[in-house]
């Protein structure tokens, strides 16, 4: 294939997909105008600030919020496809909605809440992909890095757990296929990931290098299964993981996103994928610190087999790279995979600046819905009549931990069952010896827990001194257990196996808050399933 010197960096160019924040200022704004300008880049990827960006956050840097960030993004977006002469794909990370990265956005539950769903429920997860991909498009975004096809099967996971839809394979490959399916309904592209499976892994790679240990034939049994689905249902594109898998890797502990093997040799040759592969952010701990020469780590994902380098941050050093050591047929070969997804949304052809609007309603309902199916009742002892009669007899306490008595929950409950209320919110507010003293005297409690964080560091930044109430409480009274939050902080609330009763919630949204107060008084049923395997103690 003979093309110019100047046509084939042209075509390099499109590769490159540099991070961009929503909240940035105007002289990297102005840094970035220049990048697309100068080297024709195929695309951005959209961060919230760098203080939150991919390996940022262990910097510690306080993460600012500010109200106006989505306007902030449909303005950048506009601002940047007219510094382009070839239109950019716009991607940003939405597994749970824009709201994964902009504030004042309509927020859905997070993959580990949808995989509590029944399977006869798929339609739900569909709905999710659709709604997430129509906000995506009000702001001028054509590309969501989502859903996981990881199997969450290691709980000790830091990183992936309520990003998963769970540790069924089945499951999780058809609540995948189902979620990709409805953003390509609303016509944006989608992405599997982390190939070839991020989920049995105890290390983050944000910060070090994962290594799984499994041969080929245990990750086909099981991690490779919905990526399989995926290529089986022509997803748009596959994102290879910063995890060493030694097995495939001739023994050696190469990140896959640098690993010809992995990409190539699996992918591409064995699953048969021919569609566009996307690496990891290039930020990364596990294998940003790698090269010491700039450009050289782009040169390696992209020969390892790579299409777009995502997060790249050496743009100019690593055409450079790309174009000393790489042959135009395999250029082509990538460019071409970047086109078509560029024609598949539309953005060669026609104006590619948003469409549509923010629809929050239609969020609440679709939540509600997701609420009122996916409520999982884990300890049932006829928890109502429990309460009432309790109630009755004035030896009813509800507690609320982490949110104050105001609470959707409580409100939603006080209709038809007044009783003292308790809450602690945060050790500036109030002591635990306080709120013990105010509830000896009764019998039962309902329990509402908040749980503060989704990720697990530091038990969820769940204070020791509410775990020792929780096991006390449970050892002396009667208890009815909510946990709004990640199911995973469960196994670490010790005599849980003593409540009276136990309603895995999962988030804390006012429509989660409102059905599982209506569910407690209508005594209805909560088809809900555990999504990964928990131990209660």
């Known amino acids: 294939m003979k093309m110019t010197a100047e046509a084939l960096k042209q075509k390099v160019g499109q590769f490159f997909f540099p991070a961009v924040f929503i909240n940035d200022t105007e002289e990297n704004i102005q840094e970035t105008e220049r990048l697309i300008k100068e080297h024709n880049i195929g695309g951005l990827t959209f961060f919230h600030s760098r203080a939150s960006a991919a390996t940022n956050y262990e910097s510690k840097k306080k993460v600012v919020f500010n109200d106006d960030s989505y306007e902030k993004i449909k303005a950048l977006i506009v601002r940047y496809q007219k510094a382009a002469s070839t239109p950019l794909l716009i991607s940003i990370d939405a597994e749970w909605g824009l709201a994964m990265r902009i504030e004042k956005t309509p927020q859905y539950p997070y993959a580990i809440t ?5 399977e006869s429920k798929s339609d739900l997860v569909y709905e999710v992909g659709k709604q997430i991909a129509l906000d995506l498009k009000a702001a001028g975004i054509h590309y969501n890095l989502s859903p996981l096809a990881d199997i969450n099967n290691n709980p000790n996971n830091p990183v992936i757990g309520y990003r998963s839809f769970g540790e069924n394979k089945e499951k999780v490959a058809h609540f995948a296929v189902e979620y990709l399916k409805g953003m390509s309904e609303a016509g944006v592209l989608g992405c599997l990931k982390h190939f070839p499976g ?17 041969t080929l034939e245990e990750l086909l049994e099981n991690e490779l299964y919905p990526f399989i689905k995926g290529i089986e249902n022509n997803v748009d594109s596959i994102m290879i993981g910063h995890l060493a898998v030694p097995s495939l890797n001739d023994g050696k502990d190469t990140s896959a996103t640098l690993s010809k093997p992995i990409i190539q040799t699996l992918l591409r040759e064995k699953l048969g994928y021919d569609g566009l592969v996307i690496s990891d952010a290039l930020n990364m701990h596990s294998v940003s610190k790698l090269y010491d020469t700039k450009g050289q780590l782009e040169w390696e994902a992209f020969n390892a087999g790579n299409d777009i380098l995502c997060f790249a941050e050496n743009v100019p050093e690593g055409i450079e790279a790309i174009l000393k050591n790489a042959s135009p047929d395999r250029i082509f070969e990538s460019y071409e995979r970047i086109r078509k997804a560029k024609e598949k949304v539309g953005i060669l052809l026609k104006d590619t600046f948003a469409s549509g609007e923010l629809n929050f ?12 199916n996916c409520i999982t009742e884990i300890i049932h002892n006829s928890n109502t009549e429990l309460v009432f009669e309790a109630q009755k007899n004035n030896k009813l306490a509800k507690l609320s931990l982490y949110k104050n008595t105001e609470n959707t929950f409580f409100k939603t409950l006080n209709s038809k069952l007044v009783s003292p209320e308790f809450a602690f919110e945060n050790t500036e507010e109030s002591t635990i010896s306080e709120i013990q003293k105010e509830i000896q005297n009764f019998e039962t409690i309902l329990i509402s827990l908040f749980v503060p964080k989704a990720k697990p560091a530091n038990n969820f930044e769940i204070d020791d001194t509410v775990f020792n109430l929780l096991s006390e409480l449970l050892q002396t009274k009667k208890c009815i257990i909510y946990v709004f939050g990640n199911p995973y902080v469960l196994p670490l609330i010790p005599n849980l196996k003593n409540a009276s009763g136990l309603i895995q919630v999962y988030q804390d949204f006012d429509e989660f808050q409102k059905m599982a107060g209506i569910k407690f008084l209508e005594k209805s049923n909560c088809p809900g399933t555990l999504p990964v395997n928990i131990d209660i103690q």
């Open 114 to 118: 949808l995989g509590a769903l029944p």
């Open 198 to 214: 991020h989920g049995n892994t105890n290390v983050d790679s944000h910060l070090g290098l994962p290594v799984l240990k499994e």
């Open 361 to 372: 309603k239609k969020a609440a309902v679709l939540n509600s819905e997701i609420a009122e």
